[in-house]
């Protein structure tokens, strides 16, 4: 089969799943930092398989490893509920939602699609969980918030899992870590390697730092975005990116990581592509886990999985990102990772007033523009996860907020020697401006 317009998704089942025994009630609070209206949002991305089981339902063994795993991760299945006055959001544990998960079919094979390689071959919106009918709106969008799921089977017996997660509940590792306890289960194991904490008291800011954040309202769901960000995805062999990390060394005697050089480069191609006047600002954004500043007050076990990051801002005016040396960019880049202790302690301790959350600069959509924001996810563990038919082929994350370009670093399609970048930064007009730019980063020699 070859032709995508033949390709289509029947679901088959739909419906939520409830832990497989009884879990306390009662409200659970939420970290400060959970509290971001920055987290307010549903991260989609697609996980394929290219083995599934000789006999049984991948979707069945699957839910039933997820009914097994809720008992221990239950507020996954509460709703979240708003103070009105405080606008604090808490996790309501009394009434039951659960998880809502999708059972579905493709008429074709992961083949026919090139493995979710890009340019896609099929919709992905029907490999992702949808709206769910016959439910209150109101208890749609607070289920809709937790975690939903969507199985759907290939004709290969390859398949292929859906999700929308919270980021509310979740950041990066503490999803993966859930799925990681799903997929043990399913595996056959009695219980997860790692036990999970919830413990989202003791991730806490003085009052003044709090007075920064800007707690967000419960937002209403929306899988669409009003305002397009071109996808783009481009492959970087691994030999052009040890090149630019010589580079650096050569001139500064010091290492950096891939992380750093790429990101650096990406800044400057969306840069130079968007053409920002000379005296604008081009600034980046990106994540760094402060869960090693904060190991005396979390349960030294592990298994915290609520959001432990804060959003270091690099700012300069576009003419120099545009005109820079990559050594330059990467040097921004490292000195401010460098300042996350101290950073992180002025602000929890209130003596900085600046929201690090809010990383658009201003609710303005063409604020936000000014900003990319970068993240890896080569290391949060989605690669990993195994159901018991072998490892992820691909893992493809997609935008989750509808003004805040966005650039993720991610792995390649297995045995290739490249890294893959995965970008959501640029408006349809800048296009293929960037296009171009990027295109010199994956040519086969950099010189």
Same mark, same amino acid.
């Given at each position: 089969?070859?032709?995508?317009?033949?390709?289509?998704?029947?679901?088959?089942?739909? =419906?939520?799943? @409830?832990?497989?025994?009884?879990?306390? +009630?009662?409200?659970?609070?939420?970290?400060?930092?959970?509290?971001?209206?920055?987290?307010?949002?549903?991260?989609?991305?697609?996980?394929?398989?290219?083995?599934?089981?000789?006999?049984?339902?991948?979707?069945? @063994?699957?839910?039933?490893?997820?009914?097994?795993?809720?008992?221990?991760?239950?507020?996954?299945?509460?709703?979240?509920?708003?103070?009105?006055?405080?606008?604090?959001?808490?996790?309501?544990?009394?009434?039951?939602?659960?998880?809502?998960?999708?059972?579905?079919?493709?008429?074709?094979?992961?083949?026919?699609?090139?493995?979710?390689?890009?340019?896609?071959?099929?919709?992905?919106? !029907?490999?992702?969980?949808?709206?769910?009918?016959?439910?209150?709106?109101?208890?749609?969008?607070?289920?809709?918030?937790?975690?939903?799921?969507?199985?759907?089977?290939?004709?290969?017996?390859?398949?292929?899992?859906?999700?929308?997660?919270?980021?509310?509940?979740?950041? =990066?590792?503490?999803?993966?870590?859930?799925?990681?306890?799903?997929?043990?289960?399913?595996?056959?194991?009695?219980?997860?390697?790692?036990?999970?904490?919830?413990?989202?008291?003791?991730?806490?800011?003085?009052?003044?730092?709090?007075?920064?954040?800007?707690?967000?309202? @419960?937002?209403?769901?929306?899988?669409?975005?009003?305002?397009?960000?071109?996808?783009?995805?481009?492959?970087?062999?691994?030999? /052009?990116?040890?090149? !630019?990390?010589?580079?650096?060394?050569?001139?500064?005697?010091?290492?950096?990581?891939?992380?750093? @050089?790429?990101?650096?480069?990406?800044?400057?191609?969306?840069?130079?592509?968007?053409?920002?006047?000379?005296?604008?600002?081009? /600034?980046?954004?990106?994540?760094?886990?402060?869960?090693?500043? !904060?190991?005396?007050?979390?349960?030294?076990?592990?298994?915290?999985?609520?959001?432990?990051?804060?959003?270091?801002?690099?700012?300069?005016?576009?003419?120099?990102?545009?005109?820079?040396?990559?050594?330059?960019?990467?040097?921004?880049?490292?000195?401010?990772?460098?300042?996350?202790?101290?950073?992180?302690?002025?602000?929890?301790?209130?003596?900085?007033?600046?929201?690090?959350?809010?990383?658009?600069?201003?609710?303005?959509?063409?604020?936000?523009?000014?900003?990319?924001?970068?993240?890896?996810?080569?290391?949060?563990?989605?690669?990993?996860?195994?159901?018991?038919? +072998?490892?992820?082929?691909?893992?493809?994350?997609?935008?989750?907020?509808?003004?805040?370009?966005?650039?993720?670093?991610?792995?390649?399609?297995?045995?290739? /020697?490249?890294?893959?970048?995965?970008?959501?930064?640029?408006?349809?007009?800048?296009?293929?401006?960037?296009?171009?730019?990027?295109?010199?980063?994956?040519?086969?020699?950099?010189?």
């Amino acid at each position: 089969m070859n032709n995508s317009c033949c390709y289509s998704v029947t679901k088959l089942s739909q =419906g939520v799943v @409830v832990p497989g025994e009884a879990t306390p +009630g009662g409200s659970l609070a939420l970290s400060d930092i959970d509290q971001s209206s920055l987290l307010r949002c549903l991260v989609p991305s697609l996980h394929l398989f290219k083995h599934g089981p000789n006999q049984d339902d991948a979707a069945q @063994v699957i839910r039933t490893a997820l009914s097994k795993a809720l008992v221990l991760y239950y507020p996954m299945t509460g709703k979240l509920v708003q103070d009105q006055n405080t606008g604090q959001v808490r996790v309501d544990c009394t009434t039951r939602n659960g998880v809502w998960f999708i059972d579905a079919s493709a008429n074709c094979s992961l083949e026919d699609i090139n493995y979710l390689d890009h340019p896609f071959s099929i919709p992905t919106h !029907l490999l992702l969980p949808d709206s769910l009918p016959h439910i209150n709106p109101e208890d749609l969008i607070l289920l809709m918030q937790a975690y939903i799921i969507d199985v759907t089977k290939f004709t290969c017996g390859g398949f292929v899992i859906g999700i929308r997660s919270s980021h509310t509940i979740f950041d =990066g590792k503490g999803a993966a870590q859930f799925l990681h306890a799903v997929a043990e289960l399913a595996r056959g194991m009695e219980r997860p390697a790692i036990t999970p904490v919830w413990s989202r008291e003791l991730v806490r800011i003085s009052q003044k730092a709090r007075a920064v954040l800007r707690p967000g309202a @419960v937002p209403a769901l929306s899988f669409t975005s009003g305002r397009r960000l071109e996808y783009m995805i481009v492959d970087i062999p691994t030999e /052009n990116v040890n090149k !630019l990390k010589q580079r650096y060394h050569d001139e500064n005697g010091k290492f950096c990581s891939t992380f750093d @050089v790429l990101i650096a480069c990406v800044w400057q191609c969306r840069t130079r592509s968007i053409g920002f006047p000379p005296d604008a600002h081009s /600034n980046l954004c990106f994540a760094a886990n402060f869960l090693h500043l !904060l190991t005396p007050a979390l349960p030294a076990e592990g298994g915290y999985y609520g959001n432990c990051f804060y959003v270091l801002k690099a700012k300069a005016r576009s003419e120099m990102v545009a005109n820079a040396s990559i050594v330059e960019l990467v040097n921004i880049i490292k000195e401010t990772k460098k300042k996350l202790p101290e950073k992180f302690e002025k602000w929890v301790k209130g003596q900085d007033q600046e929201d690090p959350f809010q990383v658009g600069g201003t609710d303005d959509q063409h604020e936000s523009y000014d900003t990319m924001n970068a993240t890896d996810w080569r290391h949060l563990g989605f690669n990993d996860v195994d159901y018991g038919w +072998g490892k992820p082929a691909r893992i493809v994350p997609f935008e989750h907020t509808e003004t805040l370009p966005f650039c993720v670093l991610g792995l390649p399609p297995a045995k290739e /020697n490249t890294v893959r970048l995965m970008t959501y930064c640029v408006l349809k007009e800048h296009y293929d401006a960037f296009r171009d730019q990027m295109m010199s980063l994956a040519r086969p020699c950099i010189t």
